[in-house]
């Protein structure tokens, strides 16, 4: 049985700094390109970072380069996400999933594994 669990998140005043991070069991995250996904209370969900494999490329949505790190931990089958620098606007619920390709800010199809999220909350 696959589990998958994203921690990290809080309450911090804008321009703090959280790290997130997701692990899972039953799954092997060095199989997938990996990323991040939010949603914000009345929003729909959208994509953060992604991941290639080896974790040899990266990609990030226009609103978070330059504030956010993603990066993986092989041997502890750990994906993180230091978030510096953060904003109001960053504040959602933040889960970790596929990507349907490492360049592309989207859920890989039919992807099952979803955790509860981490909410990350930043006031002004």
């Known amino acids: 049985q696959v589990q998958v669990v994203e921690s990290g998140g809080g309450l911090v005043q804008a321009g703090g700094s959280l790290t997130l991070s997701c692990t899972a069991s039953?799954?092997?995250?060095?199989?997938?390109?990996m990323g991040w996904f939010r949603q914000a209370p009345g929003k729909e969900r959208e994509g953060v970072s992604c991941?290639?494999?080896?974790?040899?490329?990266?990609t990030y949505t226009d609103s978070v380069k330059g504030r956010f790190t993603i990066s993986r931990d092989k041997g502890k089958n750990t994906l993180y996400l230091q978030m510096n620098n953060l904003k109001p606007d960053d504040t959602a619920l933040y889960y970790c999933?596929?990507?349907?390709?490492?360049?592309?800010?989207?859920?890989?199809?039919?992807?099952?594994?979803w955790g509860q999220g981490t909410q990350v909350t930043v006031s002004s």
């Open positions: 999933a596929a990507c349907k390709g490492w360049w592309l800010l989207l859920p890989r199809d039919k992807w099952n594994y």
């Open positions: 991941s290639r494999w080896d974790g040899g490329s990266t």
């Open positions: 039953g799954l092997r995250f060095d199989a997938y390109d």
